[in-house]
């Protein structure tokens, strides 16, 4: 078993917050385990509680369409969120919860390795951008650590505002350029809310 095997198993039994009790299944997430691309979602839905997988609803399809569109697919990328238990109703994730569920954020990506860390939403793009609004700095990367972190909407919002279709299209139409250039990209300090948050 690899370590990242390990780890789902690890997530599959975890009790560290409440969302365990509703759980049908954890979602740890999948793909190629040293992947250049990591997508990080915000949490399960109803279709990834039942499956254990993450983006396999609508939002997933939606997803599977942009890969398609840079010539990718999930078997090229890896695709986690920042919680692993669907939250009751959908509703957004807890503080608590992400709090819980950070270790295991972490560790995938410090075992993956990827050059580039794709935030899909405003809670996942808080690990990097902490206090920012997503409609003002979708698309513009920050490189901290050696990882490239690259805000984008999630998927669902532009399946729920059709306005937001083409800025998501374009912005992820950018993904090959920001991997050609990786090592061009300047490394940012990381602001101090962040390490007064501990994301990283």
Not at 4 to 21: G, M, S
Not at 174 to 196: C, D, K, V, Y
């Amino acid at each position: 078993m690899s370590e990242l095997e390990a780890l789902a198993a690890e997530i599959a039994e975890c009790t560290r917050c409440l969302l365990h009790r509703g759980r049908t299944k954890a979602v740890p997430g999948e793909g190629l385990p040293d992947a250049d691309i990591m997508f990080v979602g915000e949490a399960p839905g109803f279709h990834e509680d039942q499956q254990g997988r993450p983006f396999v609803g609508a939002a997933g399809n939606f997803l599977d369409e942009l890969l398609e569109m840079i010539g990718l697919g999930r078997q090229d990328v890896y695709i986690a969120n920042v919680i692993k238990c669907r939250p009751p109703g959908n509703r957004d994730p807890l503080p608590e919860e992400i709090e819980a569920c950070k270790p295991f954020l972490d560790r995938q990506i410090e075992l993956i390795k990827p050059e580039l860390v794709v935030t899909l939403g405003r809670f996942s793009m808080a690990r990097a951008f902490p206090k920012a609004r997503i409609s003002r700095i979708h698309g513009q990367p920050r490189k901290i650590g050696g990882v490239i972190y690259y805000p984008m909407y999630h998927p669902a919002a532009a399946l729920h505002q059709p306005s937001l279709r083409r800025t998501v299209e374009e912005d992820m139409l950018q993904i090959p350029e920001l991997i050609r250039q990786a090592a061009q990209i300047a490394e940012s300090e990381l602001p101090p809310e962040a390490e007064q948050l501990k994301l990283f």
